[in-house]
């Protein structure tokens, strides 16, 4: 599967941004997704992952109550509602796809990532 991230930009602390993943080739519906964030000198960490229905959903603690992962099958798109930014949120977000689910899942497609920067 192919992906295409979108939607980054440049926005002050307390906005928000929408991220948008788009896929395209194999069925979208059988992929588990995720959304990952890399800042510069930091490991990529995971976000947000949404499972194949959009039944369950992950997030990681830093961003809880505050970004919002969903999906659409029919769209073959993934979303990233960010809210309540902070300065720290800066880095650039990239979307994934993966067979499998949890901490151990192999996330084999990777879109390019977009530029998120939060500014104080």
């Known amino acids: 599967v192919q992906l295409q991230a979108s939607g980054g930009g440049l926005v002050q602390a307390g906005g928000s941004l929408r991220l948008s993943c788009a896929a395209s080739g194999r069925a979208f519906s059988i992929y588990n997704m995720g959304w990952f964030r890399q800042a510069p000198g930091k490991e990529r960490a995971i976000v947000a992952a949404?499972?194949?229905?959009?039944?369950?959903?992950h997030y990681a603690e830093s961003v809880k109550g505050r970004f919002t992962i969903s999906r659409d099958n029919a769209k073959n798109t993934v979303y990233l509602q960010m809210n309540s930014l902070k300065p720290e949120d800066t880095s650039v977000y990239y979307c994934?796809?993966?067979?499998?689910?949890?901490?151990?899942?192999?996330?084999?497609?990777w879109g390019q990532g977009t530029l998120v920067t939060v500014s104080s």
């Open positions: 994934a796809a993966s067979m499998g689910w949890g901490p151990s899942a192999d996330y084999g497609s």
């Open positions: 949404i499972s194949r229905s959009g039944d369950y959903t």
